[in-house]
């Protein structure tokens, strides 16, 4: 009876959570898509932006937050996996025990405080050393990277504790070195949940908002390099939602709906990745 | 000719002391059978001669010569490629069964595309799976049964061109015909390898080793003719394991 009462309990406790997502992603596309084909793709897919105008154009946007994606895992891809790998093949079990701690609260710190320390620090840096206003593709690519470090270390550091140990012994009994046994045996047996973090690195870095305005200058148009300022989806959104109505409250919608399927489309690729053999 | 010599070995887990001062010469071209009850040591001493203990942070002290030289003067990775581990349950490397069998020859020479097609091909075929796997040569290596599994971890050791061979229980989770096929390659390799087989199989032991030790709770017992030491051991203990009365 009592177990009666509490699988029921827990099915109804998961369907909310499907239904209040499948709500959320509802709503957004029926605020948001009638609006694509009212200004049609043509314009939807150009460079005007000036929605109390008529102009919806979102492809600079697009790009910016592709280009911002990009450079985040450029910059917390190499970084993420070299700390996995030490802190599971290289280094002693004290230092795991008191860096992986650290390195998961580093998930915590709220994003205003990395966008905070991009402006004070890394904006005048990059203006000092590259030239250029500062706030830049490079900037938000940085912090960005750094944001998405704990998600990429901890998750590739538990899959690579998760290779199996005659894996290891199997090799070394080959003759193999420890740096071959982790590039040709652990990170090929690591690959599946390796991509699982990156994934979630990547989403992360797609979706940040407060750091991004912060740091990337916000400038409509399609960057010509990385020293350039950039917007992304999520920066317009949440910079234009406050005072928006009509149809502008409708494109910033639409907005989310592409980001949306961005965001899906880049999680197919990846599983795809993960399930070649 | 001795291949290897072992002087007063012993070797502690941090305070379990796995070998107790174990003296034993391995002969060239010979399978030595190492049997023995629960640890005894059988794996144990395996794991001293090609230095893999060191992963499991154990210590040891002695001397273990190979071709009379200490095995500490030897690179660790010419080490263990001259001596080859197989392991109880065969351990299959991510990828393709042609991965598995490269992967040793290529950590320890450059070699060209045709030259390691070969390796791989003469590898397989001294290891008796050519036949069954040259046509899935591509294939993952673990959609492979188990004793083609086993046989391939041996193939794959025999491509790094070993001296010996020491095996860890390798037909313990093989079917029968599994396990003749593995023991029929072994004799067949015999001419040119070393053996030293652990095995909690007497039976396997007396029916394809030249030599027999005995080990009991870390303590080399006996160590004689496989046909001497199973019709009559010279020790009581020995006595009672070959008949069954423990371990």
Redesign the interface.
């Known amino acids: 009876m009592k177990d009666k009462i509490a699988e029921k309990l827990l099915l109804f406790i998961a369907f909310s959570a499907i239904l209040s997502l499948s709500l959320i992603t509802f709503f957004i596309f029926q605020q948001g898509i009638p609006l694509i084909f009212k200004a049609g793709l043509g314009n939807f897919f150009s460079l005007r932006w000036a929605p109390t105008r008529g102009g919806f154009g979102i492809l600079s946007m697009v790009v910016g937050s592709l280009m911002v994606t990009i450079g985040a895992l450029a910059v917390g891809i190499p970084f993420g996996l070299a700390g996995a790998i030490f802190l599971a093949e290289f280094s002693s079990s004290t230092i795991q025990k008191t860096l992986k701690p650290v390195i998961e609260l580093l998930a915590g710190i709220p994003s205003v405080v990395f966008g905070f320390i991009g402006i004070v620090i890394l904006v005048p840096f990059i203006r000092e050393i590259f030239g250029g206003p500062g706030f830049s593709v490079l900037a938000a690519s940085i912090i960005l990277g750094i944001m998405i470090l704990p998600t990429i270390v901890s998750i590739s550091y538990d899959a690579l504790l998760a290779v199996p140990k005659?894996?290891?012994?199997?090799?070394?009994?080959?003759?193999?070195?420890k740096w071959?046994t982790v590039v040709?045996?652990l990170l090929?047996?690591a690959r599946s949940g390796i991509v699982a973090g990156i994934i979630l690195g990547m989403g992360r870095a797609i979706g940040e908002t407060m750091a991004v305005i912060m740091i990337a200058g916000n400038a409509l148009k399609i960057p010509g390099s990385i020293l350039d300022s950039v917007r992304t989806l999520t920066s317009t959104i949440a910079l234009e939602l406050g005072y928006a109505a009509g149809d502008h409250r409708a494109a910033l919608f639409a907005c989310g709906s592409i980001l949306f399927l961005i965001i899906i489309f880049l999680n197919i690729i990846a599983t795809r990745i993960t399930n070649r053999? | 000719m001795n291949k290897l010599s072992i002087r007063e070995l012993s070797l502690y887990y941090e305070k379990h002391q796995a070998l107790k001062k174990i003296s034993l010469d391995v002969e060239s071209n010979e399978i030595l059978a190492v049997i023995g009850p629960a640890s005894s040591g059988k794996s144990s001493l395996l794991r001293a001669i090609?230095r893999?203990y060191e992963?499991d942070y154990a210590r040891i002290t002695g001397e273990i010569l190979l071709d009379d030289k200490n095995i500490f003067d030897i690179p660790?990775?010419?080490?263990?490629?001259r001596i080859?581990?197989i392991?109880a349950?065969p351990?299959v490397?991510?990828?393709s069964v042609y991965k598995n069998i490269a992967?040793?020859p290529k950590?320890?020479r450059r070699l060209k595309k045709s030259e390691l097609d070969e390796l791989v091909c003469d590898a397989l075929k001294a290891g008796n799976l050519w036949d069954e796997v040259a046509d899935r040569l591509d294939d993952?290596a673990s959609r492979l049964s188990g004793g083609q599994q086993q046989r391939l971890?041996i193939a794959?050791?025999l491509a790094?061109q070993p001296e010996v061979i020491m095996m860890d229980e390798p037909c313990s989770g093989l079917d029968p015909i599994s396990t003749a096929k593995i023991e029929a390659t072994m004799l067949e390799l015999k001419k040119d390898y070393t053996f030293i087989l652990v095995t909690n199989n007497t039976k396997q032991a007396a029916r394809i080793s030249d030599r027999t030790a005995f080990l009991y709770l870390g303590e080399l017992i006996e160590l004689d003719k496989t046909q001497k030491l199973f019709t009559s051991p010279a020790d009581m203990k020995t006595d009672d394991y070959i008949r069954g009365r423990f371990g």
């Not at chain 1, 005659?166 to 070195?177: H, I, N, V």
């Not at chain 2, 660790?76 to 490629?81: G, K, Y």
């Open positions: 005659t894996y290891r012994e199997g090799s070394y009994a080959l003759g193999a070195t071959q040709m045996v090929p047996a053999k | 090609n893999l992963i660790i990775s010419e080490l263990r490629r080859g581990l392991f349950t351990v490397l991510p990828g992967y040793g950590l320890h993952s971890c794959r050791t790094m």
